[in-house]
């Protein structure tokens, strides 16, 4: 059984930092890509970044440049460092592989971009 479990969120004023972190149990973490999603109020989830088993990553126009994804295997985890926040990117953030696995979805780590 997969558990993935994210951390990090809070309430940032608008051009502030977080660094929200996925924990992954279970031995799938290293060999997959995996990806941060949101779902922000009245919206639907959408992918926010990914990364492969080997390190290569993507990222949504929105968020490029603003956003790095970074997986450490040792650790089974998985980062989002986001800096230079906006009322937009306000959402709950979730981990999951890519592409997804409905039945791995985690509780999310809320993040508030508000002054």
């Known amino acids: 059984q997969v558990q993935l479990v994210e951390s990090g969120g809070g309430l940032v004023q608008p051009g502030g930092s977080l660094r929200l972190s996925c924990a992954a149990s279970?031995?799938?973490?290293?060999?997959?890509?995996m990806g941060w999603y949101r779902q922000a109020p009245g919206k639907q989830r959408e992918l926010v970044a990914r990364?492969?088993?080997?390190?290569?990553?993507f990222y949504i126009d929105s968020v490029k440049g603003r956003f790095t994804i970074s997986r450490d295997n040792a650790k089974n985890t998985l980062y989002l460092q986001m800096t230079s926040l906006q009322p937009e990117d306000t959402a709950v953030y979730y981990c999951?592989?890519?592409?997804?696995?409905?039945?791995?979805w985690g509780q999310g780590t809320q993040v508030t971009v508000s002054s």
């Open positions: 999951n592989l890519t592409p997804v696995r409905p039945d791995y």
């Open positions: 990364i492969t088993s080997g390190g290569t990553t």
């Open positions: 279970g031995s799938i973490f290293s060999r997959n890509a």
